[in-house]
């Protein structure tokens, strides 16, 4: 059925663009309008969140451990892709068969996992450094923190389409 449709990387963008578009939307209309955010909860106006106290490093941590986390298993995948196409096993099986097929499209959905999650981590380094040097701490604006969502989750989805891709393509 889309054995046509997997001879490329490129095609993981057909799959992926209206999928960022959608949770960007989600996200930006979620959010509230006109409003900044605050990535400290002791910079919050809301008086629980501002007892609670604390910075947004431990959070930032957490974040972008599993960014690692899904950059190094999508870069694995790469790797075992490639290796695999080059070895001599790649020649007899149907397994094999339908690896080579899947191959390119695959490499799409972990690449772009992987460089989307690097600008999430970038992008959210940036914004949180801006935040801390404005002395009002009112430049993560609505449109800033959708994008970091979108860039996060957008990573992540290409990250669990891509092993759900392969799972559906080469097993089924």
Not at 75 to 89: C, E, H, P, R, T
Request: proline share 3%.
């Amino acid at each position: 059925m889309f054995s046509n449709f997997n001879s490329s990387i490129w095609h993981a963008l057909w799959v992926l663009l209206p999928l960022g578009a959608l949770v960007y939307l989600l996200s930006f209309f979620s959010l509230k309008k006109g409003h900044c955010y605050f990535f400290d909860p002791k910079h919050n106006s809301d008086q629980v969140l501002k007892d609670e106290g604390g910075d947004f490093e431990p959070h930032a941590k957490r974040y972008q451990d599993l960014a690692k986390l899904a950059i190094t298993l999508s870069a694995g995948a790469i790797a075992f892709l490639i290796n695999f196409l080059v070895s001599d096993k790649a020649s007899g099986s149907v397994f094999a068969q339908k690896v080579q097929q899947v191959a390119p499209i695959e490499c799409g959905f972990f690449g772009s996992s992987i460089a989307l999650l690097v600008l999430f981590m970038v992008f959210q380094s940036y914004l949180y450094e801006q935040y801390c040097h404005a002395p009002d701490h009112n430049t993560y604006t609505r449109t800033k923190y959708a994008f970091s969502l979108t860039l996060g989750w957008t990573g992540l989805l290409s990250f669990i389409l891509g092993f759900a891709w392969l799972a559906r393509n080469v097993f089924a």
